[in-house]
């Protein structure tokens, strides 16, 4: 992996931060889908959480975690969901057009937080209302009874970033776990190397501190290849 390659990476995962996330509850327009996790990369998120309608969960290219940049954490349920966010003591917020709901800008954002997004024709269900600590909406004094779901995303997604931005949240260092930075490192420094492990069922190399894949000769040979074959990524 080239020196600019690396360090930008590097940035990148200097950058994430693991304790804001979304979870998206059967959106399913794939246009809309890949919009919010671009937004998600964005602002810094890691990892992204979202409960599938029935059509997208066998073939769809946004839910099938192309994004290789932002995990995408797929849940059965919405319960399943939420107890999950719940576990890491994240604050979890719905966005939802009622009357209970508060302005988005008056959310303290620097809390671990989770932000549910509903389905494009009917919201958020119910379930998750009940589940969810608060309710919040983004005024609108139009005719349009709501926007889009991406456009929302974008707009509670950077209240989120500025709040943290100012916060020095962005100075923080890297704090994801040190097997998930070798991940991204790996798959973002070496594409088609990492593709190709994936599809042998090969575990992936450690990556050294100048980028370089650290693997001894019998990793090599698992992949029949030779390392010269990889140099040029
Ligand atoms: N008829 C649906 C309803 O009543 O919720 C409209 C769904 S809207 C097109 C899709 C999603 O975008 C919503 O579930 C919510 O997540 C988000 N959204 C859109 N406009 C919003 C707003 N003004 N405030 C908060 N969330 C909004």
């Known amino acids: 992996m080239n020196p600019e390659r690396l360090a ?25 889908i890949a919009a919010i996790i671009r937004t998600c990369d964005a602002v810094g998120i890691h990892e992204m959480h979202t409960v599938w309608p029935q059509e997208l969960r066998e073939n769809n290219r946004a839910a099938k975690g192309s994004h290789n940049w932002v995990k995408l954490n797929r849940h059965d349920s919405i319960a399943q969901a939420i107890a999950a966010l719940k576990q890491q003591n994240m604050q979890i917020l719905a966005t939802n057009l009622s009357p209970r709901a508060v302005d988005f800008r008056e959310i303290d954002y620097t809390k671990p937080t989770a932000i549910l997004f509903g389905a494009e024709k009917y919201g958020i269900s119910q379930e998750a209302l009940a589940l969810a600590d608060q309710d919040i909406i983004i005024p609108m004094v139009g005719m349009a009874q709501s926007l889009n779901v991406s456009v929302a995303s974008a707009l509670v997604l950077y209240e989120a970033q500025r709040q943290r931005q100012q916060a020095g949240f962005y100075q923080r260092g890297c704090l994801l776990p040190y097997d998930e930075q070798q991940r991204l490192l790996f798959e973002g420094g070496y594409p088609r190397l990492s593709a190709f492990c994936q599809s042998k069922g090969l575990e992936y190399p450690v990556i050294g501190e100048i980028g370089e894949i650290l693997a001894d000769e019998l990793w090599w040979q698992k992949l029949q290849l030779h390392p010269s074959q990889w140099q040029e990524e």
């Not at 994430?16 to 509850?25: G, I, K, M, Y």
């Open 8 to 32: 930008r990476i590097r940035l990148m995962l200097s950058l994430r931060q693991p304790d804001l996330t979304v979870c998206l509850e059967q959106v399913n327009k794939a246009h809309n």
